[in-house]
């Protein structure tokens, strides 16, 4: 069936240092991966994708990376400041458009 | 920057009654989405529509739930007859397309109240 998973439900980490949220998925047949960041009381806000045809990709202080054997995927966050303490959500999209969402990780940054 | 709006903020309802919620999407979006987050929980697919139709729904988008483009800018879910187990917030998203670097913005919620 259909499910993504976190393994931490809490993060908590020291500002300037880097942070680690990790992601289970079931489906295989997944297209592609997508990081949300949602903030108390906003919608979730886009910060990175990967397809399924790559292992790694970078953006601004962020990376993915994505072990399709193992079927693990995390997000990296260079030198974590404290506007980035908000839940962190993986998903993947399966075929179409729809977003399964995993289950959220609170990132807590102390300054 | 654009942005996906939603209207109202927060609807308080009583069970049984109908309940419309409202979103404008983005502009120049072709795709459009309902999700739904009860409280603590991970954020639940609904429904995606595109050229005046659904296109998927999941199992929660029973009877009960529609949607509906009425106009060229609002994009709306109305359920029926709501549920005390429906309380949850409500995000609209839209895309300009689907699949990888197509990405769905998401608006602010519809927090919805069953009492």
């Known amino acids: 069936g259909e499910s993504v998973g976190l393994h931490l439900p809490t993060l908590s980490v020291q500002e300037g240092d880097n942070s680690i949220i990790n992601c289970a998925y079931s489906n295989s047949a997944s297209d592609y991966f997508i990081w949300y960041k949602q903030e108390s009381g906003k919608g979730p806000q886009f910060i990175i994708d990967?397809?399924?045809?790559?292992d790694k990709r970078q953006g601004q202080r962020v990376t993915v990376l994505l072990n399709k054997t193992v079927k693990h995927l995390s997000l990296q966050i260079a030198a974590t400041q404290p506007g980035d303490s908000a839940v962190y959500f993986c998903?993947?999209?399966?075929?179409?458009?729809?977003?399964?969402f995993g289950a959220g990780t609170i990132l807590r940054v102390k300054s | 920057e654009p942005e996906v709006t939603q209207t109202p903020s927060h609807q308080v309802t009583q069970m049984g009654q109908e309940v419309i919620l409202r979103c404008v999407p983005i502009?120049?979006?072709?795709?459009f989405y309902w999700y739904r987050q009860i409280l603590g929980q991970k954020v639940e697919f609904l429904v995606s529509?595109?050229?005046?139709?659904?296109?998927?729904k999941s199992e929660i988008f029973d009877d009960q739930f529609s949607v509906e483009r009425p106009d060229g800018s609002n994009f709306t879910l109305k359920i029926r007859s709501t549920k005390l187990e429906d309380s949850a917030m409500y995000f609209c998203?839209?895309?300009?397309?689907?699949?990888?670097?197509?990405?769905?913005?998401f608006g602010p919620g519809t927090r919805l109240t069953v009492t």
């Open positions: 502009s120049n979006h072709l795709y």
């Open positions: 529509f595109y050229n005046n139709e659904i296109s998927e």
């Open positions: 990967i397809r399924s045809n790559m």
């Open positions: 998903a993947e999209n399966i075929y179409g458009n729809k977003l399964v």
């Open positions: 998203a839209s895309s300009l397309g689907t699949g990888y670097s197509y990405e769905q913005y």
